[in-house]
């Protein structure tokens, strides 16, 4: 029971903060819940019958019987924007005033002394500005000055639409930002007629946030905040609070595992470098090797089989093995297979293990026995995809069909326009290798692969190890937000053709339907901020919406069809088409106009409604799906917030767009290792998007497709080079801009590649001392500015160097 869910809370985090005002509003599937500590059978862990712990003190308690103001030493905070009163036995926290700034009543000082504590608070809600406003519960509130808003804080918050997929949320409130670190669904939306009880247990740094008994939140916080006060706070409604309660907590809450395993790596100081995974042999010595994966096959023992057919241990053992270094890539034949693993996922935690097979049907399988684990679609045994754009778009379909965020190509595949083609459109790419020196090593690391399936990993590690800080072996793509609305009105064709020619990789735009059944362009719900008219969209008919035009240019408002007839012959533009309305027809009718127009292989979706996601699983499984979220988990320890994300990632085979917000170099490191892959936005400064650039981030997308322009990305040189001994290695190189410009230059940067060594030139200067044959990476050190800069690297060159 308590890892189910474990797994079901790791599955819901992470959709919005609580500020946002696009809040999703889809409700999802609930677990069997416990009920709360002390209330009935579940209690947590048990208390030892030589062990028994006093009765827990009541701290605090009130019900506001009989009062006609606030009870003594309570605080009313002094910028709220609502109201704060108490009428006929109840508290009314009015914050309808403001539908994203709090009003909020703090409990007497004193609370601010309490530590381990249990509140029980009885609620319902009366009013609501819509049903994604909230109200909630402070905690652990650091002291603050009379009457102001403390800081830090944590709290339980709960929308009136409590089933959406982020209807109730952990969050730290410090510096007047939100740190939404987990949200969860409640089985139902929250009922004016009927009362609730809110229920927070805080026990040194663990939290249990329970609604109706429900545990929704299971989790750990900041060690560096153990004790605070207590308060009541609402956004965009009326909060009615008919008793609180603050009980002692003396029974420890059990620790529980949700970190991801500690992967080693090459050490590389390039960004976002790929993950390097062991296919295991009877020659692998398997302890002295640092790859990050270990490739076995599993069979229906869970037995883990090496590629001569030895057996090395049973699953369990692995996992349980508390030294693990690694995340095992398992290749599964069978349903029988599924079937076991499906008979331990209670008892052993499959969350960072990775499933793959060629096929399709088996993997779906997968995703629905374990969830939690991640699938792979493995071709790298297969010959029969070639290089066409036909076959590229079979191998994205048949990934994306197959429930699977990766793929692995065969060798004759990897290359870099292939796996540039691939990733365009959302997927990760790794590649199995049977490179046996470094030179051909270095030829498939420059193809920018995601990761490397190898039997031979200290010659990728080695190659690695010598690439200097911020290599870039994969071009962030730029996604043009809306267009390019810096410069053109937002969501117009005359916009997303701007952004294309500054260079965008792809064209984000919003999509809503008419009365009639049309996909138009529009990113609200109603016309109001961006056109000369108002109105809801999805009320108007197809002329209604062509009729209106944009307030600041007086462009017309485009329909889906326009943008797929404009970019058709446009192959190196991609729609990242955000499902923005929760309308059922809407992806039935995208199906149709890609059909209609042929843009089959120019198309993914993004979308805050998990619904909507859902939908495309079932109508469009062929197409990519990307989990927008308002939020990057960020607590103390990057491998719990990792796992977090892998619980999205893999429940919805989807990448993960969270706004930029957390983003760290090394969280995303550690993602990489699991496949994820980051489409953040909305870049709007300059400074950031560098920043995330040279941390070799997956795609970009901003407001400013003009940022990126100029920049380098692309390298090609000579393959082969002559000189005498003595003579300076020269290496003229053609350089290539995001908007196609084709600039020249010598190769800046050079790893010389020599025996078993590899060794970084800082110059282009390098010369021999004796004649033969040698291999040399070139390479192009870009300066954006004078903070930012990365290096590109392009195939390796063979120098001959003869007698002088």
Not at 17 to 37: F, L, M, Y
Not at 580 to 597: A, D, F, G, H, W
Request: with cysteine; glycine share 6%.
């Amino acid at each position: 029971m308590k890892y189910s869910i474990l797994a079901l809370s790791i599955i819901s985090v992470l959709t919005l903060t609580a500020c946002n005002d696009n809040d999703s509003d889809q409700s999802s599937n609930q677990p069997e819940v416990p009920t709360v500590p002390g209330e009935g059978t579940d209690s947590g862990e048990a208390v030892p019958e030589d062990e028994v712990l006093p009765k827990p003190k009541q701290l605090f308690a009130e019900n506001f019987e009989n009062l006609t103001a606030l009870p003594a030493g309570w605080k009313v905070i002094e910028n709220n924007p609502g109201t704060v009163q108490v009428r006929d036995g109840s508290l009314y926290i009015d914050g309808r005033n403001h539908s994203t700034q709090m009003t909020t009543v703090m409990l007497p000082e004193h609370t601010q002394q309490y530590t381990d504590y249990r509140v029980d608070v009885e609620f319902t809600y009366l009013n609501a500005n819509n049903s994604g406003r909230w109200g909630s519960v402070i905690y652990r509130a650091n002291a603050a000055q009379a009457n102001t808003t403390p800081n830090p804080y944590y709290q339980f918050a709960i929308r009136s639409a409590a089933t959406a997929n982020n209807g109730t949320e952990f969050a730290l409130r410090e510096n007047n930002q939100w740190n939404v670190m987990e949200a969860a669904p409640y089985t139902e939306d929250i009922d004016p007629k009927r009362t609730y009880t809110a229920t927070v247990i805080v026990q040194g740094n663990r939290v249990r946030q329970y609604l109706n008994g429900a545990l929704l939140h299971d989790v750990e916080m900041s060690t560096q905040q153990l004790q605070g006060g207590i308060g009541l706070s609402t956004a965009g409604l009326e909060m009615r609070v008919d008793s609180i309660k603050v009980t002692e907590q003396l029974e420890k809450l059990p620790s529980i595992n949700n970190a991801a395993v500690n992967v080693q790596d090459s050490g590389t100081q390039a960004s976002i470098a790929p993950t390097i995974i062991q296919t295991v042999t009877n020659k692998t010595n398997l302890y002295a090797d640092r790859a990050s994966q270990w490739a076995f096959t599993l069979d229906a023992e869970l037995n883990l089989i090496d590629q001569n057919g030895q057996k090395h241990s049973r699953l369990q053992q692995f996992l349980a093995d508390t030294q693990r270094r690694t995340i095992p890539l398992l290749t599964i034949k069978d349903e029988a297979t599924l079937n076991a693993l499906a008979a331990i996922a209670e008892t052993s935690d499959l969350t960072d293990i990775s499933l793959g097979s060629d096929n399709e049907e088996l993997l779906r399988k997968a995703h629905g026995l374990v969830p939690s684990a991640r699938t792979v679609l493995d071709l790298s045994q297969s010959s029969q995809w070639g290089s066409s754009r036909e076959d590229l778009q079979a191998i994205v379909f048949k990934t994306n069909r197959s429930f699977a965020r990766i793929v692995i190509l065969p060798e004759h595949l990897i290359n870099k326009p292939n796996v540039a083609y691939l990733q365009q459109r959302l997927l990760t790419v790794w590649g199995q290798s049977q490179a046996n020196n470094m030179q051909a090593a270095a030829q498939v690391l420059v193809a920018g692969l995601n990761g490397v399936l190898t039997e031979q990993s200290h010659l990728y590690n080695t190659v690695l190890a010598a690439m200097p800080h911020a290599t870039l072996l994969r071009k962030p793509l730029v996604v043009g937000h809306r267009g390019v609305p810096s410069l053109e009105d937002e969501n117009t064709l005359e916009g997303a053709k701007k952004s294309v020619e500054l260079g965008a990789d792809a064209v984000e735009n919003d999509i809503y339907i008419t009365k009639d059944n049309h996909l138009v362009i529009m990113h609200d719900a109603t016309v109001d901020r961006t056109t000369t008219s108002k109105g809801l969209i999805e009320e108007m008919t197809l002329a209604e919406v062509k009729a209106l035009k944009t307030k600041d240019k007086g462009y017309s408002v485009p329909t889906m069809a326009e943008f797929f007839q404009t970019f058709k012959n446009n192959k190196n533009v991609v729609h990242f088409i955000e499902i923005k309305s929760s309308n059922e027809k809407i992806v039935p009718q995208l199906k149709k106009e890609i059909e209609q127009y042929g843009i089959q292989d120019q198309v993914v979706t993004i979308s805050f409604d998990t619904a909507q996601i859902k939908r495309m699983k079932n109508i469009l499984p062929q197409y990519s799906t990307g989990f927008l979220t308002g939020n990057v988990p960020k607590t103390d320890n990057i491998l719990k917030d990792v796992k977090k994300l892998m619980g999205v990632t893999q429940s919805y085979a989807s990448t993960f767009n969270p706004s930029f917000g957390n983003l760290r170099p090394a969280l995303l490191e550690s993602a990489k290792h699991r496949g994820l892959t980051f489409w953040p936005w909305t870049y709007r400064d300059a400074d950031s998007f560098k920043r995330h650039y040279v941390a070799g981030v997956n795609g970009l997308t901003t407001d400013y497709s003009q940022f990126a322009s100029n920049y380098v990305v692309d390298l090609k040189t000579a393959t082969t080079a002559n000189l005498k001994v003595g003579q300076a290695l020269r290496l003229p190189s053609t350089l290539t801009t995001q908007t196609g410009q084709q600039l020249q230059a010598d190769a800046n940067q050079l790893i010389v590649l020599s025996g078993q060594q590899a060794s970084h030139r800082n110059s282009g200067t390098i010369s021999y001392k004796t004649a033969g044959t040698a291999y040399v990476i070139p390479g192009y050190k870009y300066n954006i500015d004078g903070q930012y800069a990365y290096t590109i690297f392009t195939q390796p060159v063979k120098v001959t160097v003869t007698a002088p």
